[in-house]
C-alpha cells in the first residue's frame, strides 16, 4: 500500500493531518517505549529531510545534516567552540565526524578556526552567518506556520526539556548496558 504524503506547499494542513491520528493506545510500557522510539525516529527523519532540503536549496552544495548542524550551533551560540564543545553539544561519540565536517565547513569557507594553544577554536564566517539567516527565513515561512498549527493542541514550550531529558535517560541506559556488557 502507498502511503499518500502531503503536499509540500501546504505544511499547516500537514501538520493539522499528523496531530489528528490517534494510534490505538499501547498495553505495555514495553509498547508505549516503542512507541516513544517509533515517534523519535519518525521525527528524525523528518528534521534530517527538512535539512537535507534546505541545503540543496542553498548557494552552498554539498552540506550534509551535520555540516548544517556544526554551522547553526557557531551562528547560535555566538561564541568560539572547539570540536570537542560542539560534539558534546550535539551528544556526538565520533570525533572524526565532527573534525571532517568542521574540515569541509572551514575549506568551503563557511567557519574559520584559531589556534589557542592546542585547541582549535571555531566561529562562522560572514558566509556561514548568511547561510544560516537565510535558513531562518525559510523556517519562518515554512515551518513556522504549521508549528503555529500544532501549538494549538500541544505545548511546545515543554517539548524541548522533555526531549532533553528523554535523551539524558537513553543515554544513561546506553551506558549501563554498556557498562553491563563489560564494553
Do not use: C
Amino acid at each position: 500500500m502507498r502511503i499518500k504524503r502531503p503536499r509540500p506547499s501546504a505544511p499547516v494542513e500537514a501538520a493539522k493531518t499528523a496531530t489528528t491520528r490517534v494510534p490505538a493506545e499501547p498495553a505495555t510500557e514495553g509498547e508505549r517505549l516503542s512507541e516513544i522510539e517509533l515517534a523519535l525516529t519518525v521525527l528524525w527523519n523528518s528534521v534530517h529531510r527538512w535539512l537535507s532540503q534546505r541545503s540543496q536549496s542553498s548557494s552552498v552544495d554539498g552540506l550534509a545534516d551535520l555540516d548544517v548542524f556544526l554551522l547553526h550551533l557557531l551562528v547560535y551560540r555566538n561564541r568560539q567552540l572547539r570540536a570537542i564543545d560542539l560534539a558534546f553539544a550535539l551528544s556526538i561519540d565520533d570525533m572524526h565526524l565532527v573534525s571532517y565536517s568542521l574540515k569541509k565547513l572551514a575549506r568551503l569557507k563557511m567557519i574559520s578556526g584559531t589556534k589557542i594553544g592546542k585547541e582549535v577554536f571555531y566561529v562562522p564566517t560572514e558566509t556561514g552567518k548568511i547561510h544560516y539567516f537565510d535558513f531562518l527565513k525559510d523556517r519562518k515561512k515554512y515551518l513556522e506556520p504549521a508549528m503555529g498549527s500544532i501549538a494549538q493542541d500541544y505545548d511546545l514550550e515543554s517539548l524541548s526539556p522533555l526531549l532533553r531529558a528523554l535523551s539524558g535517560v537513553y543515554e544513561q541506559a546506553a551506558r549501563t548496558a554498556a557498562s553491563a556488557r563489560g564494553i
